[in-house]
């Protein structure tokens, strides 16, 4: 595992406190999650959504993020969150480097957040490579091959100031797959279903459209 480092502990703390009070944030099923080889695969309403997550879980969950590489072309920005325990992904491309860190942040221990839709969807409408917002089956192929305990999370939509949001974490899930590393329809619906797991806790369906 990677130790603790001050400077992530110093902004965990500042930005948590910051947050608990523009965003207070009702956290339901945390006692559910082990404490290393998770897989958070939570849907995606707002960019507050991996502070939100990351500031819940305790200090020293060592999470890693993967986060657009948008974020990365600011040096300053870029060097922070990768402290913070974030690495780029190149959205819409098959990114090699990612994929193996990503592997690798399970098999040493760590946890991992990855958003399965790829983008921020927003009251049900967002596109992922060009169609309506689904669930890319990277998250499902990276779970299988570390085998990483798989946990649907539900992220509340709109996040307004001073308003509470809640963030649930499910019950892990179990992959069915064939093989050693499965098919790529399986990996899909692997994807798929950790996708609507997490909208169903929070009583909706995919893309945030009530049940």
């Known amino acids: 595992m990677r130790?603790?480092?001050?400077?992530?502990?110093?902004?965990y703390y500042v930005v948590g406190f910051i947050v608990g009070i523009l965003h207070p944030t009702e956290v339901i099923g945390m006692e559910k999650l082990p404490k290393s080889g998770v897989l958070l695969c939570p849907n995606h309403s707002s960019n507050w959504d991996p502070v939100l997550i990351g500031t819940k879980l305790p200090v020293n969950y060592r999470l890693h993020?993967?986060?657009?590489?948008?974020?990365?072309?600011?040096?300053?920005?870029?060097?922070?969150?990768?402290?913070l325990g974030a690495f780029p992904v190149s959205r819409g491309s098959n990114d090699i480097s990612t994929v193996r860190t990503s592997i690798q942040?399970?098999?040493?221990?760590?946890?991992?957040?990855?958003?399965?839709?790829?983008?921020v969807v927003r009251n049900g409408v967002g596109y992922v490579d060009g169609l309506p917002a689904h669930a890319k089956a990277g998250a499902a192929m990276i779970g299988v091959r570390t085998g990483a305990t798989l946990i649907?999370?539900?992220?509340?939509?709109?996040?307004?100031?001073?308003?509470r949001t809640r963030i649930i974490f499910g019950?892990?899930?179990?992959?069915?797959?064939?093989?050693?590393h499965g098919t790529s329809e399986e990996m899909q619906k692997i994807a798929d279903d950790?996708?609507?797991?997490?909208?169903?806790?929070?009583?909706?369906?995919?893309?945030g459209k009530p049940l």
């Open 3 to 11: 130790p603790l480092n001050g400077f992530f502990t110093f902004v």
């Open 152 to 163: 649907p999370v539900f992220m509340d939509g709109e996040k307004k100031l001073f308003r």
């Open 65 to 83: 993020v993967m986060a657009k590489e948008e974020l990365f072309r600011n040096p300053v920005l870029g060097w922070i969150i990768r402290k």
């Open 105 to 119: 942040a399970i098999k040493d221990g760590d946890n991992l957040l990855i958003f399965p839709e790829g983008t």
């Open 171 to 180: 019950e892990p899930y179990q992959p069915v797959y064939t093989g050693r």
């Open 194 to 207: 950790l996708l609507a797991a997490a909208y169903a806790l929070g009583g909706q369906a995919v893309g």
